[in-house]
């Protein structure tokens, strides 16, 4: 008879346990971050009045196309890069960026284009701080019918009232200067030749929505782009450019600061069919943007929605045809080849390049894009975009989907015609790239990681990096090696193999105890 003992205890032993790891859900939400399908996006714990409230997205569907597009706006996020959303209407395009926004604790302002603003309620303006003549003025400048002088009158209309867009295309770089408000010497002429009395030194600046929201870091949702004429548009474009900035002529031109969490979006419908009064913006101002074509919505998510607001409970999204990023950004003073071979990273780059000018050259053959009434081109900004979306999202093996990620993104979504983004695929498996052995042991900063790394964070972190080579090389199980390389820190012992010498004799005499 085998000798009757004691149940072993795991916590005893202290063996590490294998854990099954934790299902991942499309979307996770932290106290510190908001995870949409690997996206991650840092959360502000700061809830304000302009901050989205729960009850607006009680009946949000997290199907495939909502969280598709969710991620899509992560990304534009994470990248800091202006979108440009085209689609049906109702599909929830503002509804979707308000919804993210939501999430991270973000504030939102949207804008219509359609001519219910101008130029003073985006840019600024000058006005009296006496608020019975401030509103003696605002009310001339919002009907300017009610001047008394005709050239007052016509001033007003020509420099800041936002017309309906006319034409077949609304061209805002062919307009250097664009929509400019007025300056204070202006506006004390306006209000002049109308009789209205301004005290001395009474004229202050106020900003515009534009503004307002870049110096505090909201998030500015312009709808229908695609309505009003392309002057008001011009003012923006230095805005749509990396880290852009807002020159302010009409305030002795003052550049507006930048937060670094202000992010820009618009939204347009269509143009043509049924959506009159939508032009086609030109191609060149399309580029500056991070464009993406909606098109309509599945019939099949049609359903499920409907489906799901009457309480029926729908099937949760295949993570796997989603496909979950684990990225793990490239810190800025990192390259490439700090990473991969000189050779690799050259590879990968003329192949990029060649598949960019082939795709111009379709477009301008009309191999491409017949079909869409909205044009649009590739350029320069694309290849910094590349650069861009495979430093932010690179993911250690597993290259070749990050690059055809950024293809997606990229070139791929900016076509309605499924024929043309086949075409489009079919052409980018020409930067498929082996991937490359014997990577140089870089590691990358995690998205939230400080970039400016002290003398002593260096030191803890190359202490660490000899640890876990140590741990490789250990006589242990495999368990026990990745549980001691994932807590490793500078305070381990030297000597790792004694963590687990204890353990290993008990285990040992356990052993003994039970032999028959």
């Known amino acids: 008879m085998p000798k009757e003992t004691s149940p072993i205890n795991p916590a005893e032993l202290e063996a590490p346990i294998e854990v099954a790891p934790k299902e991942r859900k499309p979307i996770e939400v932290s106290d510190s971050e908001v995870d949409v399908a690997g996206i991650k996006i840092h959360r502000s714990r700061e809830i304000t009045e302009r901050v989205p409230k729960a009850e607006k997205f009680q009946d949000f569907s997290e199907d495939e196309f909502s969280v598709g597009l969710l991620k899509k706006i992560a990304r534009a996020v994470e990248l800091d890069h202006p979108l440009l959303l085209q689609g049906e209407v109702a599909i929830g395009k503002s509804y979707t960026i308000e919804y993210l926004a939501h999430l991270c604790g973000r504030e939102v302002y949207r804008m219509s284009l359609n001519g219910q603003t101008d130029t003073t309620d985006l840019i600024g303006k000058w006005v009296p701080r006496t608020e019975t003549v401030r509103n003696k003025i605002?009310?001339?400048?919002?009907?300017?019918?009610?001047?008394?002088?005709?050239?007052?009158?016509?001033?007003?209309?020509?420099?800041?009232?936002?017309?309906?867009?006319?034409?077949?295309?609304?061209?805002?770089?062919?307009?250097?200067?664009?929509?400019?408000?007025?300056?204070?010497?202006?506006?004390?002429?306006?209000?002049?030749?109308?009789?209205?009395?301004?005290?001395?030194?009474?004229?202050?600046?106020?900003?515009?929505?534009?503004?307002?929201?870049?110096?505090?870091?909201?998030?500015?949702?312009?709808?229908?782009?695609?309505?009003?004429?392309?002057?008001?548009?011009?003012?923006l474009n230095a805005v749509l450019e990396k880290n852009g900035e807002l020159v302010l002529s009409e305030n002795g031109s003052k550049v507006v600061p930048r937060h670094k969490d202000f992010r820009l979006f618009a939204t347009v419908n269509p143009p043509g069919g049924r959506y009159k009064g939508r032009i086609p913006l030109s191609a060149e101002w399309i580029s500056r943007w991070f464009f993406q074509n909606l098109g309509i919505l599945p019939k099949e998510v049609a359903m499920q929605r409907l489906i799901q607001a009457e309480g029926v409970k729908i099937k949760d999204i295949d993570t796997n045809q989603l496909r979950m990023s684990n990225p793990e950004r490239i810190s800025p003073e990192t390259r490439l080849t700090d990473i991969?071979?000189?050779?690799?990273?050259?590879?990968?780059?003329?192949?990029?390049?060649?598949?960019?000018?082939?795709?111009?050259?379709?477009?301008?053959?009309?191999?491409?894009?017949?079909?869409?009434?909205?044009?649009?081109?590739?350029?320069?900004?694309?290849?910094?975009?590349?650069?861009?979306?495979?430093?932010?999202?690179?993911?250690?093996?597993?290259?070749?989907?990050?690059?055809?990620?950024?293809?997606?993104?990229?070139?791929?979504?900016?076509?309605?015609?499924?024929?043309?983004?086949?075409?489009?695929?079919?052409?980018?498996?020409?930067i498929n790239v082996a991937e490359p052995k014997g990577k140089k042991e870089v590691a990358p900063l995690t998205p939230f990681e400080k970039e400016d790394i002290g003398e002593d964070e260096k030191t803890a972190k190359a202490e660490i990096a000899k640890l876990k080579e140590k741990i490789k090389d250990l006589d242990l199980p495999e368990a026990h090696k990745k549980l001691l390389a994932e807590s490793s820190s500078p305070e381990l012992p030297p000597d790792l193999s004694s963590v687990f010498t204890a353990f290993q004799a008990k285990l040992d005499a356990r052993a003994k105890e039970m032999a028959v």
């Open 138 to 235: 605002a009310d001339l400048l919002k009907n300017p019918d009610k001047c008394k002088n005709l050239d007052i009158q016509r001033m007003i209309q020509e420099r800041i009232m936002i017309k309906p867009a006319r034409g077949e295309e609304i061209a805002p770089e062919k307009d250097r200067q664009g929509k400019i408000g007025f300056s204070k010497e202006e506006m004390e002429t306006i209000a002049m030749r109308e009789g209205i009395e301004v005290p001395e030194g009474d004229w202050i600046w106020q900003d515009g929505d534009i503004p307002q929201q870049m110096k505090k870091g909201a998030w500015s949702v312009l709808d229908e782009v695609n309505t009003c004429e392309s002057q008001i548009l011009v003012r």
């Open 340 to 430: 991969y071979s000189e050779e690799w990273v050259k590879d990968l780059f003329i192949k990029y390049v060649e598949f960019r000018y082939k795709l111009q050259d379709m477009l301008a053959n009309n191999d491409l894009a017949n079909n869409e009434y909205q044009k649009f081109d590739f350029d320069q900004r694309d290849d910094r975009r590349f650069r861009d979306f495979i430093r932010s999202f690179y993911e250690n093996d597993n290259t070749n989907q990050i690059i055809q990620e950024a293809i997606a993104y990229l070139f791929i979504d900016k076509f309605s015609n499924e024929l043309d983004r086949q075409k489009v695929r079919d052409l980018a498996q020409a």
